[in-house]
Nanobody
């Protein structure tokens, strides 16, 4: 019933910027964390950025200083501001949401949005 909808992907030139959004629908609770992963063909899906319900953040070393994650707990929405984009940032970006209740964990994923950085 829970769905994560990503928007904001597209094609930009190196050095450009994009802002991704992910809105969760169908949930009556606040997720413990939401974030972004990315994947390219032949490689594992990797963490880009994550933010917890208490606003603790973490980033992949490859995007530190360039990307910023933020969230809106009330609306179960997260954003990813991507600046100084590089060709190696090209990937499908997936929204992720996690709900934890003691030892129980529920993981949700969006369908992904394509980000292409090229000249």
């Amino acid at each position: 019933q829970v769905q994560l909808v990503e928007t904001g992907g597209g094609s930009v030139q190196p050095g450009g910027s994009l802002r991704l959004s992910c809105a969760a629908s169908g949930s009556s609770f606040t997720f413990d964390s939401m974030g972004w992963y990315r994947q390219v063909p032949g490689k594992q899906r990797e963490l880009v950025a994550e933010i917890t319900s208490t606003r603790v953040t973490r980033y992949s070393d490859s995007v530190k200083g360039r990307f910023t994650i933020s969230g809106d707990n009330a609306n179960n929405t997260v954003f990813l501001q991507m600046n100084s984009l590089k060709p190696e940032d090209t990937a499908v970006y997936y929204c992720n949401a996690i709900r934890r209740i003691f030892a129980y964990t529920r993981n949700y994923w969006g369908q992904g949005t394509q980000v292409t950085v090229s000249s």
